[in-house]
């Protein structure tokens, strides 16, 4: 089975722009989560979709948000772009099986805000 | 609120040496989990998780629910197991799935000197 996958690998954009990270879950898999990690703050979780749907979310504002389309693949958009987000995006996908807590994780996608 | 704490930031050990990473968590609920490691320039990968109860690649973690901890062990610590190690949790609702949030620890990037 191919991984997760994610796109684009490195991304370089100006404060107040807005950006679209994609991620394409492991076939099967129906969970996609995302979070951001920086040297500061570690992984922070920012939200899970599951069937197209966001059922859990963490402590980010607003301007992060994201969707899930019908073949599962998942996109994350920050609007009004700050230095301070400038991490690595990390997906992961999960089958959410009665026993499947285990997330697999993508490259991540290196967002840089100049 | 779930949380995760690993003590030590960077852990230096020699070739054949016995390793230790402590992982403590906080949680009322009935948590599961998992170390993840990620080696240099590779993805973050899924070790062992608790509730499987196996060895992977000579490392074992026993959970202490009396002490909330859940330390990651090898009895004779090789270079390749140089990398950035990961304690997380979940949290397991009833009937056994998850909601996709896994909180992490900081992490403990653990040096294998030969």
């Known amino acids: 089975k191919a991984g997760v996958t994610q796109t684009p690998r490195y991304l370089i954009k100006t404060r107040g722009q807005q950006v679209t990270l994609s991620c394409s879950p492991i076939?099967?898999?129906?969970?996609v989560s995302w979070y951001q990690q920086t040297p500061g703050q570690g992984l922070q979780f920012l939200f899970e979709y599951f069937s197209e749907t966001q059922r859990n979310k963490g402590n980010f504002p607003g301007r992060f948000s994201g969707r899930q389309f019908s073949n599962s693949r998942s996109e994350m958009n920050v609007s009004t772009l700050e230095l301070g987000d400038s991490a690595l995006y990390l997906c992961?996908?999960?089958?959410?099986?009665?026993?499947?807590?285990?997330?697999?994780f993508g490259p991540g996608t290196r967002l840089t805000v100049t | 609120a779930q949380r995760v704490t690993q003590p030590e930031k960077l852990l230096s050990v020699f070739k054949g040496a016995p390793v230790e990473l402590k992982c403590n968590y906080s949680?009322?609920?009935?948590?599961?989990l998992f170390w993840y490691v990620q080696y240099s320039r590779q993805r973050l990968q899924l070790l062992l998780r608790h509730i499987s109860r196996e060895s992977i690649k000579g490392f074992t973690a026993d959970l202490n629910k009396g002490e909330t901890s859940f330390h990651l062990k090898k009895p004779f610590a090789q270079e390749e197991d140089s990398a950035m190690y990961y304690c997380a949790l979940i949290r397991a609702v009833a009937g056994g799935t998850s909601y996709g949030k896994l909180t992490f620890g900081q992490g403990t990037i653990l040096t294998v000197h030969p």
């Open positions: 949680y009322s609920g009935s948590p599961e």
């Open positions: 992961a996908s999960s089958n959410q099986g009665p026993l499947s807590y285990e997330q697999y």
């Open positions: 076939s099967g898999h129906r969970s």
